[in-house]
Every structure is written in C-alpha cells, then in structure tokens.
C-alpha cells in the first residue's frame, strides 16, 4: 500500500512556533526521508471560514503568508503538493456524504470542539458549519487516502472520528476508504506548546504566539516578557519548572549543542534544570539562552522567506500547481466513491440497459 501523508492548516494568520514543533518540523523530515509517495499540505481556507464567516479578507490575506511560512521553514514543493481546500469542490461532496455516518451527540462529544466552541463564545450560537468541520476534516484526510497524519495533539480527536467514519462507509459501502495513522510529536512539551502567556496553547486566536517571521526585534520582547515562575522573585531563590513556559519552549527547542555554542557554562538542559530548581540562576539568563535559540532555528527560516518574497507571482504558481495535482487525486476517489454509493448513474451502462430491458419487459407482459 502506498503511504500517503495529509496534514494542514488554517489560514487564519501567520505560523507561529506551536505549528513548527507540533507539525510543521515533523514534515519536513518526513519530507526529506524519502519514504513517502505522496505528501499533501493542505491550506484549509474552507475551514477557516467556518469561524470566519465574515471576514474574508483575513483568509485571503493569510493564505500567502501560510504558503509563505511552509516554503520558509523548508518545505520543498518538488517533493509536496501545497494545495488550497476550496479548490477542490470534491471535498465538500464527500463532507456532504460523510454527515450520513456520524450523528449530532458524537460530534457534540468530540473534547476538541468543545474547548474550540467555549473559545469562540460559541455555546449558543455555533454556525452549523463550524460545529461540522470534523466531518470536513475526515473527508479531507481520506479523499486522499492518507496512511499518515503529522499533527498536534489537539488533532487527537478528529483522527478518531475519522476512523469511524471511514469504518462505518467501508462496512456499508466496501473497502474504498484508508483508516489514517495519527503521528504525534515524539516530545512531549511538543504536543501543544503554550503560548508566551503561559496559557494552554500557542494559538493565533489567542495572540500569544511567536511567529515563524518575527524579526529579531520582536522576538527579543516577546522572550522578555515570557511567563516563568512567579514566586521566583530573587535569584537565589529555587524555581520551578512545573508551568515555566521559558524551560517547556527549552525542552521543545534545546538540543546538547546550543550550550556549547550559547552557554558553556552547562553540558545540557538537566544540568539547567538542576541549577534552577536548586536557585541561584535567574530568569535572564534562561531567557537569553532561549533567545539565541530561536534566533538560530528561525533566522535560516527569515533567510529563506525574503527570497520567497521577491517572486510572489512564483508562490501563488505553486499553489496552484499543488492544487491541480491534488484535484486529479480528489477525482479518481470521488468516482470510486460515487460508483460504491450507487450514484454513478450516467457512468454506469449496465444500469441503463438493464433498467431498459426491465420496462421492455414489464410493459409487454401486460
Ligand atoms: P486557530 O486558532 O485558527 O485554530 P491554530 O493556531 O490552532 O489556529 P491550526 O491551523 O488550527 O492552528 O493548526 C494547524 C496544526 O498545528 C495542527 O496540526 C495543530 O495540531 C498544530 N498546532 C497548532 N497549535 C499548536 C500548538 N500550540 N502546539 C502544537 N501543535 C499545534
Ligand atoms: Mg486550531
């Protein structure tokens, strides 16, 4: 069987670095590992719309930068198709069938779109489209028939409705479908990195983010003003690292190599850790250390988006390269898909001649 990666993202802003350590690093690996037969990056602007309805503009604007963001971080459009989701209308239709095969309480218990709909003060007004979009998501994964899904883990959820949907189409309508494989972050501080605030998750709703373009400027306030350890008010004091925001973006980012180029002074990131909590190392210094980090992870990635930059006409082609390709794949499976529904009437001739025979016949015995 081939193994087929889909994953993506809303084009509600740029990316920040959640999106890096929970997805984006991963596929670039991937990408790079030559194991895959196909690599699908979806732009989801139909699903953005679903909580922003009435602001186009913003997922008009976004879309470039997103594609802007994926090129910079080192995704090779040779080896993925970047793709744009309203593009391809066969998405919606297997949407439309999907809605069949899962019932209102099941999407109602899925953890992800509550927290989203409590996010949004959605609670008594949730647009139906909105409160769908984990349908949308199973039929994006599968009209592909992705083997393999690199995601953050609040994607948890959506793989598991997936598979029963796909489970529940197959068993009524024949083995066309692939039941995906969810691949998480290995690092565990990965799997929802929180935002510079401390909160749950780094979100662009949420503007707790550090972008994958800031400038160095940006980037040096935004560490600074990072949540750390609010009892540890003087440096000999111990610090915790239980909800430190500095030590869980160190655990996602740090590797042996950055002390000896950043910090000599330490062999690793326990050696840190052990200072800390025993007190007398203070924030600044964790801070600077951080700084530097990021400055070395995201300055290849600014390198690489100004050259982007320069031939906008350039970036829009291959998205629509990416999206033609993706649109030939949408077809063949939205056949096979019509064909195991019975609804593939025009293609299938049998059907008519044998209907034709069935009134010939009926209609002389009378
Ligand atoms: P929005 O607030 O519009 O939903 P978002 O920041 O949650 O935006 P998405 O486009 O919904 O971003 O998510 C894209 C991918 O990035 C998903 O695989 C998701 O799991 C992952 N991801 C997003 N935020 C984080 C995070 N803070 N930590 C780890 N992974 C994340
Ligand atoms: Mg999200």
Do not use: W
């Amino acid at each position: 069987m081939s193994k087929i990666i889909l994953t993506g993202d809303r084009p509600t802003g740029k990316l920040h670095i959640g999106h890096y350590v929970g997805s984006l690093r991963r596929r670039v690996e991937l990408q790079n590992s030559g194991e895959y037969d196909k690599i699908f990056i979806m732009i989801a602007d139909a699903q953005a719309l679903t909580d922003n309805a009435d602001n186009p503009e913003k997922i008009r604007q976004n879309l470039i930068e997103v594609t802007l963001d994926y090129l910079a971080a080192g995704i090779d459009p040779e080896k993925c198709n970047i793709f744009v989701q309203s593009a391809i209308p066969e998405l919606t239709e297997l949407t439309f069938y999907y809605m069949n095969l899962v019932t209102v309480s099941r999407v109602q218990r899925n953890p992800t779109v509550k927290s989203e709909i409590q996010a949004r003060n959605f609670e008594a007004n949730i647009p139906v489209g909105f409160f769908c979009y984990p349908i949308s998501q199973a039929a994006d994964i599968t009209l592909f028939k992705a083997t393999t899904v690199p995601v953050g883990e609040d994607q948890k959820p959506m793989l598991e409705q997936t598979n029963e949907i796909v489970r529940r189409f197959n068993n009524i309508y024949g083995e066309i479908m692939v039941e995906p494989n969810i691949l998480l972050p290995e690092n565990s501080a990965c799997l929802r990195l929180p935002g510079t605030d401390g909160k749950a998750k780094m979100s662009k709703s949420l503007g707790n983010c550090i972008y994958l373009s800031d400038s160095p400027k940006e980037l040096k306030t935004k560490v600074n003003s990072m949540y750390t350890d609010p009892e540890h008010i003087h440096i000999e004091q111990p610090g915790h690292l239980e909800g430190n925001t500095v030590f869980t973006y160190l655990d996602a980012f740090c590797l042996d190599s950055d002390f000896e180029k950043f910090l000599p002074d330490y062999k690793n990131l326990q050696e840190l850790k052990d200072h800390y909590t025993r007190g007398g190392l203070g924030d600044g210094t964790c801070k600077k250390f951080l700084l530097n980090i990021l400055n070395d992870r995201l300055e290849p990635m600014r390198q690489r988006r100004k050259v982007y930059e320069q031939d906008i006409e350039g970036v829009y082609d291959i998205l629509r390269r990416g999206t033609e390709e993706a649109r030939k794949v949408a077809q063949e499976t939205i056949k096979e898909v019509r064909h195991a529904m019975r609804i593939d009437y025009f293609d299938d001739k049998e059907l008519i001649s044998t209907q034709a025979k069935y009134f010939k016949e009926k209609n002389n015995i009378k």
